[in-house]
């Protein structure tokens, strides 16, 4: 399936993708654990994923063409 | 009390002076306030390992930034007797010196306008989806987190 990715912060200048082909992946924590394989420098970032504009809270399904943003520690304000 | 549109609070470029004056002067004809609050972030020159910050470059995920800001305006207007609340997020360069944030609150009498302010500030800082880079001087940088 194809996921749409946005990246915020400091993960945006890591992954720079705007689109990936994946199988075997049905859910977010596969995702994750996907994203900590291929960037091994995400183990030492803590972030949170939205996946079509709902930040994740626990695991969650993910569609042909969800689009899932990547978002390092908030620092607004 | 819920609002049903969901409100802008993003504002390109530094919150002036002016703009701040007017939003006051703007309340001057609702006469059941008794009390403003008003908190105003600014960019501050941190020194980090001989480094100066001359600016902060805001992004954010917008839309999910001003979806969540929308829940936090509905359970603040729930929790305290507010006759109105304002926030103003910049977005962009800012630079050392300047406002970046301008949260404005008013109510009959002082506590509900002082606690919902500092409230709704916390509360952005550590829930709304905004990223702060910190331009160094010498033109590195290095991203913001949050305490």
Same mark, same amino acid.
Not at chain 2, 9 to 31: P, Q, R, T, Y
């Given at each position: 399936?194809?996921?749409?990715?946005?990246?915020?912060?400091?993960?945006?200048?890591?992954?720079?993708?705007?689109?990936?082909?994946?199988d075997f992946i049905l859910d977010t924590d596969d995702f994750k654990k996907y994203l900590e394989e291929t960037y091994p420098e995400l183990n030492n970032i803590k972030y949170k994923l939205a996946v079509d504009k709902q930040i994740v809270q626990t695991n969650?399904?993910?569609?042909?063409?969800?689009?899932?943003?990547?978002? =390092? =520690?908030?620092?607004?304000g | 009390m819920t609002e049903k549109k969901i409100k802008n609070?993003?504002?390109?470029?530094?919150?002036?002076?002016?703009?701040?004056?007017?939003?006051? #002067?703007?309340?001057?004809?609702?006469?059941e306030i008794g009390g403003h609050s008003i908190f105003l972030g600014q960019v501050r020159a941190d020194e980090i390992e001989g480094r100066l910050v001359s600016a902060i470059d805001y992004t954010a995920y917008e839309d999910v930034a001003l979806e969540q800001m929308h829940k936090i305006r509905a359970e603040i207007f729930e929790k305290y007797p507010l006759t109105c609340m304002h926030i103003y997020q910049s977005l962009g360069t800012i630079k050392a010196g300047e406002i970046c944030l301008f949260v404005f609150t008013s109510s009959?009498?002082?506590? *509900? #306008?002082?606690?919902?302010?500092?409230?709704?500030?916390?509360?952005? @800082?550590?829930?709304? *989806?905004?990223?702060?880079?910190?331009?160094?001087?010498?033109?590195?940088?290095?991203?913001?987190?949050? @305490?």
């Open positions: 399936m194809e996921i749409e990715v946005i990246s915020f912060g400091k993960i945006a200048e890591l992954i720079t993708t705007k689109k990936l082909i994946l969650c399904k993910l569609k042909d063409g969800s689009v899932v943003a990547i978002m =390092p =520690p908030f620092s607004g | 609070i993003f504002v390109n470029g530094a919150i002036s002076s002016a703009f701040i004056a007017d939003s006051i #002067a703007k309340h001057s004809s609702k006469k009959s009498h002082r506590k *509900p #306008a002082m606690h919902a302010c500092e409230e709704v500030v916390e509360r952005l @800082k550590a829930e709304l *989806p905004i990223w702060g880079k910190e331009i160094f001087e010498n033109g590195t940088h290095q991203w913001k987190e949050n @305490k």
